[in-house]
């Protein structure tokens, strides 16, 4: 993808124009907003852009260098030359800070977790897979809290919702939908055989409450007795609260707090979520065919990695990439490696669509 020099200095000129109008103090309130968030987004891109038309610039004064001392030329000719091999990689690095982004990718971001085919064993493993996300997360800075979970009798997760604060979140996670399956022999399992189980994650980008506006006539709240595992208050108290959207057929169930308006406000938190997420797919619905070929659908239904025990291995099958790091993955740090490769070919697909 190459970009002109013209289309170079537009870049300049925008954030020079964005400066002038945040520094002149006339702009209060959403004007101030909009301005200074637009100028965080063009700022490293027009710094990636500066860059490049200096060293084209300076490779160009080399090439057109008529010194008569013959030092002089081949320092220079020898200057041009590392100029030249490292210009394409700048050039890359600029267009991938120039492809369009998707406007959650700075947001917080929902984490669903439910455990799929394999009874104990897949609750067992959703609850490995959120211990991994807690530890990446604490790597990244983010802060991961709770919002509600239905513990299963072995100690882990038939379902685990949680929220995830911080930088860029959704930008990282969101590569992580689909179904996560894992081979090992089970605790339960005196044999030794090797068993296949499966939790699905979800990653859904954290609206605000201008984004999706829900009205009261569209809900139907449920309010009864907890129930399962929880602690001593559970089964005393009517706190556990259902919430059905009646236009979408949604259901959300909270049971986690003592209070009833603790868990009404998490439902409606994990709700909203959910309409954000189904709002996005209507409206890229026309781009579907286009989201295919970058990686992985986030369709929920797709299988995307196997945590392989016995051979110490994770595979993700999007980019058939294994790494034979599986407690390092597990443990958070690992987890990275995967999540940067796949950030990685997402930007390197969607700029050969560009070029195409």
């Known amino acids: 993808m190459s970009i002109s020099d013209a289309r170079l200095g537009q870049l300049a ?20 907003v909009a301005a200074s968030r637009d100028y965080a987004e063009l700022e490293p891109v027009a710094r990636a852009a500066s860059h490049v038309a200096s060293m084209r610039g300076e490779l160009q004064s080399l090439v057109e260098l008529q010194d008569p001392d013959p030092e002089m030329r081949a320092m220079a000719a020898e200057e041009a030359a590392r100029l030249k091999a490292e210009l394409p990689e700048a050039e890359r690095r600029l267009a991938i800070a ?25 609750a067992l493993f959703a609850a490995d897979l959120y211990r991994m996300y807690e530890r990446y997360a604490a790597e990244q800075g983010w802060r991961v809290e709770m919002v509600s979970a239905n513990a299963s009798d072995v100690g882990g997760f038939k379902e685990v919702v949680a929220n995830v604060t911080g930088s860029g ?7 992580e939908s689909g179904v996560h399956r894992v081979q090992r022999v089970p605790v339960t ?10 939790a699905t994650v979800a990653v859904l980008p954290e609206p605000t409450e201008v984004d999706v506006q829900i009205e009261d006539k569209d809900l139907k709240i449920d309010i009864y007795r907890a129930s399962g595992a929880g602690g001593q208050h559970v089964n005393t ?3 556990a609260v259902r919430i059905t959207h009646l236009p979408s057929g949604l259901v959300v169930i ?42 992985g659908s986030g369709d929920r239904s797709e299988r995307i990695r196997t945590y392989n025990f016995p051979q110490g291995r994770v595979t993700d099958h999007r980019i058939n990439l294994t790494l034979h790091r599986l407690p390092e993955i597990l443990e958070g740090p690992g987890l990275a490696e995967m999540i940067d490769a796949l950030i990685a070919e997402d930007e390197a697909k969607r700029l050969a669509a560009m070029d195409g």
């Not at 979140?169 to 590569?175: D, E, H, I, R």
């Not at 399992?189 to 499966?198: N, P, Q």
């Not at 997420?277 to 409206?283: D, F, G, P, S």
């Open 13 to 32: 000129h925008r954030l020079a124009e964005l400066e002038a109008r945040l520094a002149s103090g006339t702009l209060e309130g959403d004007a101030f």
């Open 98 to 122: 120039m492809l369009p982004r998707d406007a959650a990718d700075v947001r917080p971001a929902m984490l669903e977790i439910r455990a799929g085919t394999g009874g104990d064993e897949a």
């Open 169 to 175: 979140v959704f930008a990282k996670l969101k590569f």
């Open 189 to 198: 399992e005196s044999g030794g055989r090797i068993h296949t189980s499966a």
């Open 237 to 239: 108290t009517d706190s």
């Open 254 to 295: 909270c049971q986690d707090e003592r209070s009833q308006h603790k868990n009404k406000a998490k439902a409606m938190q994990v709700l909203r979520a959910r309409l954000y997420e189904k709002m996005r797919e209507e409206a890229h619905g026309e781009q579907a065919e286009a989201r295919k070929a970058m990686v």
